[in-house]
């Protein structure tokens, strides 16, 4: 039996494959990705509240957050807003996806200097064969 947090790990992997698919035939059929992002977020935020009622989760921040999570909010808008806007200019949908699944290297490189992550050769090959096989998904021959 697979771990809990491998389980949610490959359902969120279906979800958001699902999502680049829609986001792609949404800026496809004419869509702007700004328009896009509004409905996306603000029906998806509508969601997480009625989900919270449900779960008797609290939505309060405690204002020791309050920077970080501007910060987080900053980031969020110009990533997806410039993912929908690749996603709507690919040529295919898995050639911006697998651009933006880069971000797992990112993220290993910042996890090192940020939050003082271990960092090994091993990482190091697997961020170097991740850079490799994005190039030949992204950039390989179309024939």
Aim: aromatic share 16%; hydrophobic share 60%.
């Amino acid at each position: 039996m697979l771990p809990l947090w491998l389980t949610h790990t490959f359902l969120a992997l279906l979800g958001f494959s699902g999502i680049y698919i829609f986001i792609t035939l949404l800026t496809r059929g004419g869509l702007h990705p700004i328009t896009l992002n509004f409905w996306f977020f603000l029906l998806t935020a509508i969601g997480f509240y009625i989900l919270s009622l449900f779960m008797h989760q609290s939505l309060s921040v405690p204002s020791k957050h309050y920077g970080l999570l501007a910060g987080l909010i900053i980031v969020a808008v110009f990533g997806n807003l410039f993912s929908v806007y690749a996603y709507a200019s690919a040529p295919n949908a898995a050639y911006a996806t697998a651009i933006i699944s880069t971000a797992t290297v990112a993220l290993a490189l910042f996890s090192y200097v940020f939050l003082a992550a271990p960092f090994s050769a091993l990482k190091f090959i697997g961020i170097i064969l991740s850079v490799v096989g994005v190039i030949l998904i992204s950039f390989g021959s179309t024939k």
